[in-house]
């Protein structure tokens, strides 16, 4: 199938309608409708129901949603990735959420560069539900992740176990800052301390949290393995009687495309992972300024 037709598809879908489309697409509406037509024949069924207000999916459009997003998304990896770089055999495409693009997935892509030098890499970061998806559909080979899907044909695997626990700025432990790290989280902290439910300050991204404590003042709930050098230092203290939240971190990939060289890479990152090694992600924090 022409992959402009699923393209012209997905486009009538975010824009509500066949002239929205077109004007998005910088073409008529003529060429909008043949094109449908001309998907809907290869399909042998109806996508669309046009009306005054624009246009919305039948259900069989509803079905083919998700095989469409599939399509342009494989295409698209696909013209990233070929031709091959010169000296390479093949491309390893890995994930990882934000907080542990340092140094875990950055250790493994150099470990991946000396291991398995004739494969390239291309690492990603991005949400959970994003990187789940993504191994679902095959454009990702393995994802680190906080929060897995347990999905059919999809392997998770605990890799490491860590805890939550609350630090502060010793002498300045106020504001307390709230870090989203996800629902699960959420329920249990506001279980445990319900007088923190609410917070002044918030921020869904660990690192840039922490950066505002050391810079600012203030408590929050940090992994530990990224705080430690902190305590170690005596530049944060943890907060006595504070309860502590498990939080471990998971590799997801799919059990149906495994493959030798997949294999030595997963091995690699479990590896790397029984390392004891700074995971501080630290930065100079900016001194405090005195009245």
């Given at each position: 199938m022409d992959i402009s037709l699923a393209r012209t598809f997905l486009e009538i879908v975010?824009?509500?309608?066949?002239?929205?489309?077109?004007?998005r697409l910088h073409v008529t509406q003529a060429a909008i409708t043949s094109r449908i037509q001309s998907l809907e024949s290869q399909l042998a069924c109806t996508l669309f129901i046009r009306n005054r207000s624009g246009a919305r999916l039948t259900a069989d459009g509803e079905a083919f949603l998700t095989h469409a997003t599939q399509m342009t998304q494989a295409w698209d990896n696909a013209q990233r990735d070929l031709p091959l770089l010169k000296g390479f055999s093949d491309v390893l495409h890995i994930g990882a959420e934000a907080s542990l693009s340092t140094p875990l997935l950055l250790q493994w892509v150099r470990a991946l560069r000396q291991q398995i030098p004739e494969h390239s890499v291309r690492a990603e970061i991005a949400d959970s539900s994003l990187l789940m998806q993504?191994?679902?559909?095959g454009t990702l080979d393995a994802a680190l992740v906080y929060r897995p899907e347990y999905l059919p044909g999809l392997q998770v695997e605990e890799l490491l176990e860590e805890k939550l626990i609350q630090v502060a700025l010793p002498g300045r432990s106020s504001p307390y800052v709230y870090i989203d790290w996800g629902e699960e989280f959420r329920r249990q902290?506001?279980?445990?301390l319900p007088d923190k439910a609410r917070a002044s300050v918030t921020f869904n991204l660990g690192p840039l949290a922490l950066q505002y404590?050391?810079?600012?003042?203030?408590?929050?709930?940090?992994?530990?393995?990224?705080?430690?050098?902190?305590?170690?230092?005596?530049?944060?203290?943890?907060?006595?009687?504070a309860p502590e939240f498990s939080f471990p971190t998971y590799l997801v990939y799919s059990r149906q495309r495994t493959s030798e060289v997949l294999e030595q890479a997963l091995q690699s990152l479990r590896e790397l992972a029984k390392v004891e090694q700074?995971?501080?992600q630290r930065w100079d924090p900016v001194p405090l300024h005195t009245v």
């Open positions: 975010r824009c509500g309608s066949f002239v929205a489309a077109a004007e993504r191994v679902e559909q902290h506001d279980a445990a404590i050391l810079e600012a003042g203030g408590a929050g709930y940090f992994r530990s393995r990224v705080v430690q050098h902190y305590l170690e230092s005596g530049m944060l203290e943890r907060v006595d009687m700074d995971w501080s």
